[in-house]
């Protein structure tokens, strides 16, 4: 059974930068790609970007395409987002995921951006 353990949020000012690392246990998640999704106070969730397996392939969403960055590390079962030019907008708890199936989500990680 796969666990997804996500960390590196916290407190930034707008312009910042953060560096968010989700970490697989349970089960080598290099044949699948994996996806960063946020969800925002009294918003719906927003998928956030995808890095295909292999890392060759990476997609994001408009609202974050130029500021954020997603790898991955097959090596250490690992995947991140680095996160810059960050707005109060990009608020939000994230999550990393993996469609194995069935889709397997962390717990989340707060990032708060401050203005």
């Known amino acids: 059974q796969v666990q997804l353990v996500e960390s590196g949020g916290g407190v930034v000012e707008a312009g910042g930068s953060l560096r968010l690392s989700c970490v697989a246990s349970?089960?080598?998640?290099?044949?699948?790609?994996m996806d960063w999704f946020r969800r925002a106070p009294g918003k719906e969730r927003e998928w956030v970007a995808q890095?295909?397996?292999?890392?060759?392939?990476?997609h994001y969403a408009d609202s974050v395409k130029g500021r954020f960055d997603i790898s991955r590390d097959d090596a250490k079962n690992t995947v991140y987002l680095q996160m810059n030019s960050l707005k109060p907008d990009d608020t939000a708890v994230y999550y990393c995921?993996?469609?194995?199936?069935?889709?397997?989500w962390g717990q989340g990680t707060q990032v708060t951006v401050s203005s």
């Open positions: 995921t993996v469609a194995l199936p069935p889709t397997v």
């Open positions: 349970g089960r080598n998640v290099s044949d699948y790609s």
């Open positions: 890095i295909s397996r292999g890392g060759g392939v990476t």
